[in-house]
């Protein structure tokens, strides 16, 4: 799933262009409509062309209402870049611009609004061009230019084409199975309490989940949950989604908290990261400054320490170390957004690179500039687990080749990995860098398992009569390779995920239970077999009078045993017929098909089978027409 959003000037046509193509009028605030101005976030949703459901977040675009913007971008997928037609580019179009190429926005789309107010051609074309060149340089440099109008509905369809286009550009946020929900609205909904929204990152959430709301640590439990106004069971990574959370009262979270999978992630109040100060920025940035960080939906003030400098000029970059009033939830590779609070400005942004730095940096140390470097080129073990998240499962040797990495940085890095549970091995052996053992990431390795029992549970409930899902159907159905596949059955079973029942497999303690109709079909077929134990009904009358479902379950229970294609004998016949062909050989040295038969009053089938199956399981040994103990 993507989310898109919009950007632009005040009043140039975001709101009216996002109820043009989708229906929903994002200004829900009656002060928002009575003023015809978007003040706070606005959202929406569309089906593209291609079947996608897009999530949509509508911005203010009113220079006094900019920090509601800036929760509203930091989780978008592509931006609709709004100019409108009468007027060109605005001081907000620039900022709102900046903005988008700070955050590194992966896409979006220029759309030139109201062209239905502009009558002559060259005065769009100028526009046009101007709206190009303010772009040049910036993450929507290539972007597509579309020209609309929202009232004739000219250029929509094309707009809403070239959005599938831009989309289908860029992947699919990937489940890292640590799900965390940036909230962007808080409400309350009668009979079923308080519901929060936000763009679902890193992971999924299901209905029951348990989940911690940070930075307070308030613990609840999922108790809904929506996409684009649907009910759903699980809400996917990248998805726009409303929780409606149990346990937690109204009071208790609020914008910029994150809604979090329990012990997935730590809070802090001092970052490292790296910073561009912007090229039209009024004032230097200087060490120990006051400044507003937004981070994600997250507000909060703050001084930056200047490390390596005593200040930045306008379009310089540099290192900072942020320490804030108010703990944030903060991965390495987040974007952020530093403003000035008074007077209000935009000062530039960039990415987080050490969410939880130790202690406070000396500001001139060239050891620690060294480091932070390395932080933000990647960590030796970051390097590692970012390649075998892109390759997959891999032996430990082609991993550490694909990272590219000095033999004493693996080392250190597969170490580190391994005992932070970060990487599991899925094969005994030798956990050196030279090693061939398969490994995988937990993130994958997640993935991977939930996939795993989610087709058992749904085997179990489609065939109630199996004991379990054949292995090879399985490895078909996962669309694994033999290795992998069995080193993850290995891995599985001796964590307690699943269990091997001979050549099927099943979810610990899965047991065939028979409704009162098929309890009744078993007895009556049972006793068929006690009134001929020796001359028994076939498989195919078997699977004619209670199914060849039901038959396979008596067969996989052990109630029933399976000789030959054709012969099956109930469990105690077929005992009480091993145990005195074995009584017979402690007599005599050797047995034939006709004594046998004679014996149990049978049929030359049915002693032929049985004898030729204790051939096969190792008991007995073929001598011409006779039937020897094996040694």
């Not at 996608?52 to 913007?69: K, L, Q, T």
């Not at 989780?75 to 590194?104: C, K, N, S, Y």
């Not at 930075?215 to 990248?238: C, F, M, S, W, Y």
Request: glycine share 10%.
């Amino acid at each position: 799933m993507h989310v898109v959003g919009t950007a632009g000037h005040v009043d140039h046509g975001k709101s009216t262009l996002i109820a043009a193509l989708t229906g929903i009028h994002p200004d829900r605030l009656k002060e928002e409509r009575t003023r015809e101005m978007t003040i706070d976030l606005g959202f929406a949703w569309m089906e593209l062309p291609g079947g996608e459901m897009v999530g949509i977040v509508d911005v203010p675009g009113h220079r006094d209402f900019i920090e509601n913007m800036l929760a509203g971008v930091g989780g978008i997928d592509a931006a609709l870049f709004v100019i409108a037609a009468d007027e060109g580019v605005m001081p907000q179009t620039r900022e709102h611009l900046a903005i988008l190429d700070i955050l590194q926005v992966p896409g979006g789309v220029i759309v030139l609004t109201k062209t239905d107010l502009v009558d002559d051609p060259e005065w769009l074309d100028l526009v046009e061009s101007e709206a190009r060149q303010a772009v040049q340089g910036t993450i929507l440099s290539d972007a597509p230019l579309v020209r609309v109008s929202a009232k004739t509905g000219a250029g929509l369809d094309r707009l809403v084409s070239i959005m599938g286009e831009t989309l289908a550009r860029h992947p699919q946020r990937p489940d890292l199975g640590r799900a965390r929900l940036p909230v962007d609205r808080v409400f309350s909904m009668p009979g079923f309490g308080t519901v929060v929204t936000g763009t679902l990152t890193d992971g999924k959430f299901h209905l029951g989940d348990e989940l911690e709301i940070l930075p307070a640590g308030v613990r609840g439990r999922v108790r809904g949950l929506q996409t684009h106004n649907r009910k759903e069971d699980t809400a996917l990574p990248g998805s726009r989604t409303a929780i409606n959370l149990g346990g937690v009262d109204l009071d208790q979270v609020q914008r910029g908290n994150v809604v979090a999978q329990p012990g997935k992630y730590r809070t802090s109040q001092r970052l490292d990261v790296y910073f561009r100060l912007l090229p039209d920025a009024a004032s230097p940035l200087k060490h120990n400054q006051e400044i507003k960080m937004f981070l994600w939906t997250a507000e909060t003030v703050g001084r930056v320490r200047l490390l390596g400098a005593e200040e930045l000029l306008p379009g310089q970059a540099g290192w900072l170390q942020i320490e804030l009033r108010d703990p944030v939830v903060a991965l390495r590779g987040d974007r952020y957004i530093l403003r000035r609070p008074s007077p209000g400005e935009t000062l530039g942004g960039g990415e987080v690179v050490n969410p939880n730095p130790a202690v406070r940096h000396k500001r001139f140390s060239a050891e620690v500039l060294q480091q932070l470097e390395a932080f933000r080129r990647g960590s030796p073990d970051e390097v590692l687990l970012q390649a075998l998240f892109v390759s997959g499962p891999l032996p430990i040797r082609e991993a550490v080749s694909r990272a590219r990495l000095e033999a004493d940085q693996a080392r250190l890095a597969l170490a580190e990995l391994v005992e932070t549970g970060q990487i599991l091995m899925l094969e005994k052996g030798d956990p050196s860098t030279g090693s061939d053992v398969l490994v995988i990431t937990k993130e994958q390795w997640n993935i991977l398992s939930e996939s795993t029992l989610s087709l058992l549970a749904g085997y179990h409930k489609s065939y109630p009569l199996r004991r379990g899902i054949p292995r090879e159907e399985l490895k078909s159905r996962l669309k694994l390779g033999p290795r992998l596949f069995n080193a993850l059955l290995k891995h599985g079973v001796e964590a307690g995920l699943f269990v091997e029942r001979g050549t099927s497999v099943a979810l610990p303690g899965y047991e065939i239970r028979l409704n009162p109709q098929q309890e009744a079909q078993r007895r009556a077929l049972l006793a068929r077999f006690q009134q001929a134990p020796y001359s028994p009904p076939s498989l195919k009358e078997c699977e004619t009078e209670v199914g060849e479902e039901l038959t396979n379950a008596l067969i996989d229970t052990g109630q029933l045993v399976q000789v030959s294609l054709e012969v099956v004998f109930r469990k105690e016949d077929y005992d009480r017929l091993a145990a005195d062909v074995r009584a017979h050989f402690s007599q005599e040295p050797a047995l034939t098909v006709a004594q046998f038969r004679d014996r149990y009053q049978t049929s030359r089938r049915y002693a032929l089978a049985f004898l030729e199956h204790l051939d096969a399981i190792g008991i007995t040994q073929r001598d011409g027409d006779l039937r020897r103990l094996r040694k």
